[in-house]
């Protein structure tokens, strides 16, 4: 814990001040949006999910098999997004964009920025993930929609990871994803499941590198459900495995309960209670989640 917290200087200002101009840019393009027409694509409101926190259409801990947007097969779609995470000790940005085609192949692009509140200082990745629908539809297959995802990850500064004893800076994510929606299976509410298995060697989701003295790449399971209380409106609960490969920072499955409504098919805000466990040595990080996503 102390070798940790020796490693960190103070956080920077430039940033913060930049995120501020972003969220009040995002502020004033959602007023626009949530007023436009509702036409982004012919597929069905909500079922693009939202921007997950490393890009990719999902819940916001875990991809799901879903594209996103609402674009269908002969269409394409664009969406963007902000998302602040805030845990006892910690503060996680992610801004990203994903780009559908044709409800085929799916391209997004994701920066996470992890601030060390109580440590001081900060670390950040890129993350460039693609993903593929393998057959199937979320409302009508019996079977629903199968993909098979990769996400590849990169520190901005990979001194920290290393000195904590990750083998790289860098390392890939592969995963299979089905997802179903359920019609009338809960009090006449639409129920939406969604399974994911996810082969990684990533820490912390990478923000502390890949591998370790404990081990390297290994299968983990990541699960969702959610409940459409109104078709604008889904509240649900994640659970996503972590691998433990790092022996001074102990790692813990993370799991959340959320809320997202969906005003039209350009705007959602999804919300959310999270509870990470602990991470870098630092005990049972709880707190909110909040992220905003635009669709073109």
């Known amino acids: 814990m102390m070798l940790f917290q020796a490693m960190f200087s103070p956080p920077s200002s430039p940033f913060r001040h930049s995120l501020s101009r972003c969220l009040a840019f995002c502020l004033a393009v959602s007023l626009a949006l949530a007023s436009a027409p509702s036409f982004a694509g012919s597929r069905i409101l909500g079922t693009g999910g939202v921007s997950a926190i490393e890009g ?3 819940g916001g801990l875990s991809p799901w098999a879903v594209l996103a947007s609402t674009a269908s097969e002969r269409e394409i779609g664009v969406t963007a997004a902000t998302t602040r995470a805030w845990v006892d000790d910690y503060r996680l940005t992610v801004t990203g964009a994903s780009l559908n ?9 994701a920066r996470q920025t992890l601030d060390l509140e109580t440590l001081g200082g900060e670390l950040g990745q890129d993350i460039y993930g693609a993903k593929v629908r393998l057959f199937g539809d979320v409302l009508y297959h019996p079977w629903g929609i199968w993909s098979v995802g990769a996400q590849h990850k990169r520190l ?8 904590l004893g990750a083998d790289e800076t860098s390392g890939t994510d592969v995963y299979l994803s089905a997802s179903k929606l359920l019609f009338s299976a809960v009090a006449g509410r639409n129920v939406l499941l969604n399974a994911t298995l996810r082969n990684t060697d990533a820490n912390q989701g990478g923000l502390i590198g890949f591998g370790g003295d404990q081990g390297s790449r290994s299968w983990v399971a990541e699960g969702s459900v959610g409940i459409f209380i109104t078709p604008q409106w889904i509240i649900g609960a994640e659970y996503r495995q972590k691998p433990d490969n790092l022996s001074v920072a102990e790692e813990h499955d993370w799991q959340s309960l959320y809320s997202a409504y969906f005003f039209n098919k350009h705007l959602s805000l999804t919300g959310a209670w999270l ?14 989640y909040l992220s905003l996503q635009a669709a073109f």
């Open 275 to 288: 509870d990470l466990g602990d991470i870098a040595g630092l005990p049972s990080q709880r707190g909110g």
């Open 156 to 163: 901005v500064d990979g001194a920290i990871p290393t000195a």
């Open 56 to 58: 990719a259409a999902g």
């Open 101 to 109: 085609i044709y409800d085929r192949i799916e391209v997004s692009v």
